[in-house]
């Protein structure tokens, strides 16, 4: 099977910066786009970055200029550097990937969340 885990959450002071990571791991024939999205307590999970395969990325607006979001196709990771941090940043990030795995099926998989915090 395909497995996401993610690293690299923590408390952090407002104003400070993390680096999340996530790795895939498993049957893995080919990973196309790459994600995070966030989820905040009483909100809906949004979706932070995206880095195609090509290398393509996308943010949502309350994070551009203040991250940047890559991927080493050679480790089957992603990264999500987050600068200036707010405490309206505080949420558990999900790491979210489109696997082709080696039986030919392709889905959409989720790691199980890292809790970034942002207070002083």
């Known amino acids: 099977q395909v497995q996401l885990v993610e690293s690299g959450g923590g408390l952090v002071q407002p104003g400070g910066s993390l680096r999340l990571s996530c790795a895939a791991s498993?049957?893995?024939?080919?990973?196309?786009?790459m994600a995070w999205y966030r989820e905040a307590p009483g909100k809906q999970r949004e979706l932070v970055a995206s880095i195609s395969s090509s290398s393509n990325t996308n943010y949502a607006d309350s994070v551009k200029g203040r991250s940047t979001i890559s991927r080493d196709s050679a480790k089957n990771a992603v990264y999500l550097e987050m600068n200036s941090l707010r405490p309206e940043d505080t949420a558990v990030y999900y790491c979210n990937a489109n696997i082709l795995n080696t039986y030919g099926f392709r889905a959409n998989h989720w790691g199980q969340g890292t809790q970034v915090t942002v207070s002083s």
């Open positions: 498993g049957r893995i024939s080919s990973i196309y786009t």
